[in-house]
C-alpha cells in the first residue's frame, strides 16, 4: 500500500495492466452487475441539472427507465446509483453495433453537457472506498473484464496510467505525479532489491 494524503493506493494499481478491449468485451460493465453506477452527492444533482440536454442521446427505453425512476436511485445497499433498464444496463448506456457505450459520454464529446460521466465509470477498474480518514484505492477485479487484462499485459501499460485522466480528475495532478513517482520507485526496487539499503 502507498500513503498519498489522505488517501492509501493498492500497489496492485501500479503493478497489474489493463486496458479496456470494447471489441472482445462489448462494454459489458456497462450492462453486467447488481445495480448501476455509484454516485457522488454532487452528480446526483448534477444528472438531474442536465437530463434536459441528455436526454436527446439516450434511447427510448433509458428514457422511459429515468422519467419513472428518476437519474438517479438508491439501490438495495443504500448507494446512490444510476437507475437501470428492466435490471439490465445503465440507463445512460447507448448500443453501437453491439457495443455499450456511455450516453452521458457521448453528450460530452458532442459538446452538449459540461459533465464526462460519473468518476466511479471513469475510474473503472479503480473503486474507492471512503472510510472516516482516509480513502483506499483498489483495483477491482472482475471476471467481465478478462479481455482488458490480456490486452494490457500486451500493451504492458499498467491500471494506474489506463486510468490517469480519471485519477487526476479526483485528485488532482499533484496528487497523480506523486503515485507516478512511486510507480518508479517501485519498479526500481523490484529490478534492483539492494537499491533502497
Do not use: Q
Amino acid at each position: 500500500m502507498i500513503e498519498i494524503g489522505k488517501s492509501v493506493v493498492s500497489t496492485d494499481l501500479l503493478t497489474s495492466h489493463f486496458t479496456c478491449n470494447l471489441d472482445v468485451c462489448k462494454g459489458a460493465c456497462c450492462v453486467m452487475g447488481d445495480s448501476g453506477a455509484p454516485l457522488e452527492d454532487d452528480e446526483v444533482e448534477i444528472l438531474r441539472e442536465i437530463y434536459p440536454r441528455l436526454k436527446p442521446f439516450l434511447s427510448e427505453e433509458s428514457i422511459a427507465t429515468i422519467e419513472k425512476s428518476g437519474t438517479s436511485v438508491i439501490d438495495f445497499e443504500n448507494d446512490k446509483v444510476t437507475p437501470l433498464n428492466n435490471g439490465k444496463e445503465c440507463a445512460y448506456t447507448v448500443f453501437k453495433d453491439g457495443i455499450a457505450f456511455c450516453g452521458i459520454e457521448k453528450a460530452y464529446n458532442a459538446g452538449a453537457i459540461p459533465f464526462r460521466k460519473p468518476i466511479s465509470c471513469h475510474l473503472y477498474p479503480v473503486r474507492i472506498k471512503k472510510y472516516k480518514s482516509f480513502d483506499a484505492v483498489n483495483y477491482d477485479r472482475w471476471d467481465i473484464c478478462k479481455p482488458a487484462i490480456v490486452l494490457g499485459d500486451e500493451l504492458k501499460i499498467p491500471v494506474h496510467l489506463f486510468v490517469k485522466d480519471a485519477l487526476s480528475r479526483k485528485y488532482g495532478e499533484e496528487w497523480f505525479n506523486l503515485l507516478e513517482t512511486a510507480a518508479r520507485n517501485l519498479t526500481i526496487e523490484k529490478e534492483n532489491p539492494y537499491s533502497a539499503i
